[in-house]
């Protein structure tokens, strides 16, 4: 297992260094130093051996993170376990950056203590740590019940909430976040299109509620036979949608999902990821962008771009930018455009056209003339025209059904929790080509 | 909370300061001090002078101070071991706190302190924290157990800690159960010793199976890397198990999900392979490795890198995926090149064009590696899917047009393999490549260029001035060799015209050069030339052999450990872990596949390739006509040793040859010092020949008949030569365990300890599984029998001879070398009986050229049924029998550790004191050892 965790500064300087197991010398933490942070090249690879010992490796901001081992480890368990690491550091004191680890360094090493056993992660749910480990030390004095309470949480089999938990107002949050990704031909020709979906949920819940949530996956729907509600039908106008495939965080009962199609489960307090998921099928498209790109000979280039969206006509999309690359000889852009502002930036090589908002069914469009100093260099390879965006709704087509609280033991019902559902769909890569 | 002011205290006298403070009576003074002490510690400063007073800390019932001092002790307490006893008081009652979390943190502590003496009073805690009624602490000490292995294993085992270990199996807390399943893995891991391995019976898997529904994410990652190494009993276990873990595959942690497919890959060898269990499971498979391919960079790298080795093993599992490999923009570096490998081996007839066109893209990126890694990729493809051969080359060649340096060269080179691939074909892009001469300044890309000179030199018209351009350019030694065979190649074609080009290069290569590969093939090629041409001609332009399609393929018996090492670091570097991992005792149960796979399943393997053992030394190219010389050294040792040292040699290439790292000269001196100062030879017993580990024959042949022939011990390391140690020894078989014998005798006046060995790389991997055993001291005069179990996962390489083995042992003296030879029938496997079938098929599928027949004795005349059944002692199968025209044949299979099989015909004439052997194997190497050892058995009975 993992014999040793380092953290280093960008200039390659320690901040953290705890060593699990017996194997891993203190040449080790100079070892990655010299080999890996000071090496010129790029990383290569995020697994790198030195001299027999292998070192697991990731950035995050300007700090290095690096598990070490000797022995043939699970890699997917390691590189997970950096990240979580991240996270559970995140939680506790905000942005991963040399000045708040050295601010809590001893923080860090108490969670390090508690979160890896000779190498083994253990549980490092934050919810749970923060019960017993705390930024102003360790609470010393606590009762003989709150102990027992503490182990048996930390080793429970609902490790991700604490019992006992109490809101006066329960009330719980539905994010459906989807990246939608596209590659375009110039002819309107979808090469490729999935949306990576993510559904995020705030839960302020009083006890230990069982939670059911149910979407509007195809799968479900037709083995429950239900015929398709037309209140139910989603803003792109699908009933059902194919979700190609999901993955869910620890809470869910994945012996329930893979027999009966069901999502159940106890959710962890507060905010967290309960699933993901993919798409690829009939993915409603808000954007389409239709280039005009015409070389007028050697000097001058006219460029036209027109997107249209399509999408409800009362639903407003946001923070709209399109980049247009130009050709790396380009020495002067005119740009005409009816809304928004555009501008060219010479050190991106690109037209930024930027859009408040736009509403559904409509069209903007704008058109450039490009001059160019004549170079004999090789053709210009036309990088794809690129789109950012946000709009109010699942690309993918996905609804919550329903979200069902039972908390037999407290006295409040599903009806009384106050529940809020929002969608946003965003671009991933959003490209074009011209 | 500013904690960052102590990792800037860097004045004089800081040590002194510290000690002050931790002594001081203010609690928050300690505990600042404390604190400074280990941000010192962080950045490496040695601050273990201050031990005695960080110790005295540690009374306290505050339990961040406690915490701080104990990761102060973890650190320190090996430098200074007598006073780490010192804490162990505090650990003790520690131990018997009220407080859950302090006794775990005593015990967790406890085993960190890596000192010996501790561990005697770590004993009763740890006994008492196994039962504690709070699961945290039970967890905690599970992992203890671990700790403690790793500093004492026998204490361990004497202690009954395994047993009380396997009975938290049970435990009612999950995450006691992983943390068990965790250390008893780790303990069979590490441990050569029976005790030790961890029993897994259908009961503890059921309680696995239990345990992983309601454990903590990392603690499923323990019990599906646990449950990948059992072996169910029966297609329904292994299915059974199989639909249990299917559920993981949707956990949202890559680590499970990747442990969950090594399951279930592993468990799909043993359900039928028609099944439509399996279709099925294969198309539950794609979805979820897909989905890692969203996740953080690095994760993704290592999901590729499996990716990598499941389709390879199972290509259809992602056969309709191929878009989701394309490269993105901002993959990094590591990631493209991953993707683009899986691009390729996905690559079939039906996606080729959209394959090619995104290769175009890449080619034009503008990292280095990843164009290069592109075009070769576009030549891959080409040699895979002869439909789209002819785009491939148009596309190299537009790419040529690019003019961009290494491009172009690396075009040539895929283009050489394409000519290989397809000859008389797509020569007519010749002139293109000519047209780029000047700009290939890279080895390899010159090489190919001069080989398709050579090889197509009448359809170029100025041959004979390229090659002379590049004769120019001669004393670039990567490529002398090519330059020299194209050379000769057109001679042989256009004799008239090069007659003087061909003499300068053969007197370059004979007269001008210090490199004996290239002087021996130009002495070769002289003589072939001047007294044979039309021989010369045959051999030099002989036909080629064809490249196989798939180039890059992983060699099937690597492929099949490396997919029961999924998600594992192994699978990430696609090496078995006993290349980067040390001293590793594997147990052999776990890298193995059922045998079905193994045997080769043409379709889902592609295992029809040949099972040469994959780190053995890269075969001879075929152009090149003669093997290198890298024995003419060991030849000539042999020459001198049988000189002066008389008794008959018939194996001349069995003495040893000098390895780089020994040094030649020093085994050449030892064997004349054994000589003139070391015992002199026994009549019948060949002391001194033997300790210069000579003459295998000769050994054998002294043999006493046992189940497994075990040669009589020989003097491996004389007296003399090890100041006072003798060594001899021989290699057993017992209970499928192999063994070396050691029989040490100090012969020096002062006593001897601290006994260690280590081996060398050797051909079959052997290396020590468990440390020398040496009861210690070894008093002068004083014998010692001991034997070392000897795994077969160490680090290969190919020796010469090949069953050479090189040994150093150490002891509180020196460090001592010396070699020996292993017996082949050491390396034959017990599952060494081939199916009829398979075995039919593989004769018939190895090429006749790699049959070699022998005339062996047969002294006592023995009947067929007594040669098969003592050869099957020795782990040599007899397969069939049958009688031909009044004589028996039986036919036979081996196995050697390393995968390779052989196959064997033994012809018996009745009453005849010979008999015929004809062996057939892909490993032409090993025929030698093998016939030697038939005779041996034989002549043993």
């Not at chain 1, 459906?176 to 979808?190: A, I, K, Y």
């Not at chain 1, 690109?350 to 490009?370: C, D, F, P």
């Not at chain 2, 007294?531 to 045959?538: C, I, L, N, Q, V």
């Amino acid at each position: 297992m993992i014999g040793g965790l380092f953290i280093y500064n960008h200039k390659g300087e320690v901040l953290i260094s705890r060593v699990y197991r017996d194997d891993i010398g203190r040449n080790a933490v100079d070892a990655f130093r010299v080999n890996v942070i000071h090496a010129r090249q790029q990383v290569r690879s995020p697994v790198t051996n030195i001299a027999r010992t292998s070192f697991f490796h990731i950035k995050r901001s300007n700090i290095w993170l690096a598990c070490v081992t000797k022995q043939n480890v699970n890699a997917g368990l390691v590189f997970e376990f950096l990240n979580k690491m991240v996270e559970v550091m995140q939680s506790y004191f905000g942005k991963i950056s040399e000045d708040n680890i050295k601010n809590n360094f001893v923080l860090i090493y108490e969670l390090l203590d508690e979160i890896l056993d000779f190498g083994y992660p253990q549980n490092a749910d934050t919810s749970i740590l923060k019960t017993f480990i705390t930024q102003t030390g360790i609470k010393a004095q606590v009762t003989k019940e709150e102990q027992s309470q503490i182990t048996s949480q930390v080793t429970g089999q609902i490790s991700w909430r604490r019992e006992g938990i109490k809101y006066r107002r329960n009330e719980l949050f539905l994010d459906v976040l989807e990246n939608v990704n596209l590659l375009m031909s110039p002819q309107g020709q979808v090469l490729s299109a999935h949306v990576a979906g993510r559904i995020v949920m705030k839960s302020y819940l009083s006890g230990m509620p069982e939670c059911k949530f149910g979407i509007n996956d195809k799968l479900v729907l037709d083995k429950s036979g239900r015929s398709d509600d037309p209140s139910k039908v989603s803003a792109t106008g699908k009933a059902s949608i194919a979700i190609d495939d999901c993955t869910f965080h620890q809470c869910v009962r994945l012996s329930k999902f893979e027999t009966e199609h069901s999502i159940s489960f106890i959710p962890p307090d507060g905010e967290y990821e309960l699933m993901r998921y993919r798409t690829t099928k009939d993915i409603s498209l808000p954007f389409r962008v239709i280039p005009l790109v015409r070389e007028v000979g050697r000097t001058k280039m006219e460029v036209k771009v027109v997107i249209k969206s399509n999408f409800k006509p009362s639903l407003l999309a946001q923070k709209i930018e399109v980049r247009i690359p130009t050709p790396l000889n380009t020495s002067g852009v005119q740009v005409i455009c009816m809304k928004g502002k555009a501008k060219y930036k010479a050190s991106e090589n690109a037209i930024v056209w930027k859009l408040k908002r736009m509403g559904g069914m409509k069209e903007s469009q704008i058109s450039a003339e490009i001059e160019l100093l004549p170079s004999d260099k090789k053709k210009w390879s036309r990088p794809p025209i690129s789109m950012n965006f946000e709009v109010p709704f699942a690309p993918s087509g996905l609804k919550v059904r329903y979200l069902k609280v039972f908390e037999p033991k407290l006295n409040y019902s599903d009806h009384d929790v106050i529940k809020w559902v929002r969608y946003i769909g965003r671009s991933g890569l959003y490209e074009t080509r011209c | 909370m500013t904690d960052s002011k102590y990792f800037t205290t860097t004045k004089k006298g800081e040590i002194f300061e510290l000690k002050n403070e931790l002594n001081s009576d203010k609690k928050e003074k300690k505990k600042e001090a404390v604190k400074k002490v280990i941000a010192s510690m962080t950045v490496g400063k040695d601050v273990s002078a201050l031990f005695p007073d960080v110790v005295n800390c540690m009374q306290t019932d505050n339990l961040e101070l406690k915490k701080l001092v104990y990761l102060y002790l973890m650190n320190y307490a090996k430098s200074q071991p007598d006073m780490a006893i010192m804490a162990v008081n505090t650990f003790v009652k520690d131990c018997e706190d009220t407080n859950p979390l302090i006794r775990a943190l005593a015990v967790r502590t406890m085993g960190c302190i890596r000192v010996d003496k501790i561990t005697e009073y770590l004993c009763e805690p740890l006994r008492k924290c196994l039962k504690d009624e709070d699961p945290y602490v039970r967890k905690t000490a599970a992992v203890c157990v671990a700790k403690l292995h790793d500093i004492n294993a026998q204490l361990v085992e004497d202690q009954g800690f395994l047993d009380q270990l396997r009975e938290l199996l049970s435990d009612s807390n999950p995450m006691v159960v992983a943390n068990a399943v965790a250390a008893l893995s780790e303990i069979s891991d590490t441990s050569p010793s029976p005790a030790a391995q961890m029993e897994m019976n259908q009961q503890t898997i059921n309680k696995l199976l239990a345990a992983l529904n309601e454990c903590t994410e990392w603690g499923q990652i323990f019990i599906l890397d646990a449950l990948s190494n059992y072996v169910p009993k029966d297609d329904r276990e292994a299915q059974s198990i199989c639909e249990r873990v299917t559920p993981r595959l949707a956990h949202s942690n890559a680590g499970v999900v990747l442990s969950a497919v090594k399951v279930l890959m592993k468990g799909m060898e043993y359900v039928g392979m028609e099944s439509e269990f399996v279709t099925t499971l294969q198309k539950k498979l794609a979805p979820p490795l897909v989905t890692l391919l969203s996740s953080e960079p690095e994760v993704q790298y290592v999901a590729l890198r499996n990716i990598n080795l499941i389709v390879q093993k199972r290509p259809d599992i992602l056969k309709h995926e191929m878009k989701v490999f394309f490269v993105k923009y901002n993959d990094p570096i590591y990631v493209k090149l991953e993707k683009l490998d899986i691009m390729i081996r996905l690559a079939t007839q039906e996606n080729i064009a959209q394959v090619l066109a995104e290769l175009k893209e890449y080619a034009t990126e503008v990292d280095v590696d990843f164009v290069r890694k592109s075009v070769r990729a576009i030549g891959r493809c080409a040699i895979k899917v002869e439909q789209a051969a002819e785009r491939c080359v148009s596309t190299l060649l537009d790419l040529i047009q690019t003019k961009v340096n290494y491009v172009v060269q690396e075009a040539i080179v895929v283009i050489k393999d394409i000519f290989r691939k397809y000859p008389n074909k797509y020569e007519s892009i010749i002139s293109t490549l000519c047209e780029n001469l000047e700009s290939l300044d890279e080895p390899d890309a010159r090489a190919s260029m001069i080989w398709i000179v050579g090889e197509y030199a009448e359809r170029i018209d100025n041959a004979d001035e390229l090659l002379e351009s590049f004769l120019e350019g001669f004393h670039d030694e990567s490529t002398q060799l090519q330059l020299l065979t194209a050379i000769v190649k057109l001679f042989l074609k256009k004799p008239t015209e090069t007659q003087e080009l061909v003499q300068q290069v053969l007197s370059l290569a004979t007269q001008d050069s210090d490199n004996p590969d290239l002087r021996d093939r130009g002495y070769i090629y002289w003589r072939l030339l001047s007294t044979d041409p039309a021989a010369a001609k045959e051999v030099v332009l002989a036909e080629k052999p064809l490249i196989s399609s798939e180039t890059d393929r992983l060699e099937p018996t690597l492929l099949d450990e490396l997919i029961c090492y999924i998600a594992s670091l192994a699978s990430v570097y696609h090496k078995p872990p006993s290349a980067f991992v040390e001293g590793q005792a594997l147990v052999v149960r776990k890298t193995q596949l059922p045998v079905r796979s193994a045997s080769g399943e043409p379709g889902a393997t592609g295992a029809t390739e040949s099972p040469v053992p994959q780190q053995a030394q890269p075969v001879q190219q075929q152009q090149s006509v003669i093997p290198s010389h890298d024995t003419a050294m060991g030849d000539l040792l042999g020459d001198l040793l049988s000189m002066d040292l008389n008794p008959p040699q018939q194996q001349m290439s069995m003495t040893p040859a000098p390895q780089q790292d020994m040094g030649g000269m020093d085994l050449l001196g030892g064997g004349l010092d054994s000589l003139l100062g070391g015992p002199s030879p026994v009549a019948g017993m060949p002391a001194s020949q033997a300790s210069m580990g000579g003459g295998l024959g000769d050994i054998l042949g002294l043999g006493i008949s046992s189940t497994t022939y075990v040669p009589p011990k020989q003097v491996w390391l004389p007296a003399p030569k090890a100041k006072g140690l003798e060594v001899s020894g021989t290699f057993s078989i017992r209970q499928n365990v192999r063994y070396m014998d050691l029989t040490l005798k100090n012969n020096a006046m002062a006593p001897m300890g601290d006994f260690a060995i280590q081996f060398n790389k050797n051909s079959f991997g052997l290396s020590p599984a468990s440390a020398l055993q040496v009861p210690s001291p070894l008093s002068p005069g004083q014998t010692a029998d001991v034997t070392l179990p000897l795994g077969t996962n160490g680090p290969v390489q190919k020796m010469d001879p090949l069953m050479n083995l090189q040994v150093a042992m150490k002891n509180n003296i020196d460090v001592f070398y010396f070699s020996c030879l292993i017996p082949i029938h050491l390396l034959f496997t017990e599952d060494g009986q081939m199916d009829r079938k398979v075995f039919l098929a593989t004769w018939k599928d190895i090429p006749d050229s790699n049959e070699v027949q022998k005339e062996i004795a047969n002294p006592n005349q023995l009947d067929p049924k007594g040669i098969s059944d003592k050869l099957q002692q020795s782990f040599i199968f007899t397969i069939a029998q049958r009688n031909v025209d009044g004589r028996d044949m039986l036919y036979q299979s081996l196995k050697l550790t390393n995968g390779i099989w052989v196959l064997a015909e033994l012809k018996i004439q009745p009453r005849s004191p010979t008999m015929t052997l004809s062996l057939k194997t892909r490993a032409l190497d090993v025929i030698p050892q093998v016939q030697q050892a038939y005779e041996l058995i034989i002549a043993n009975m």
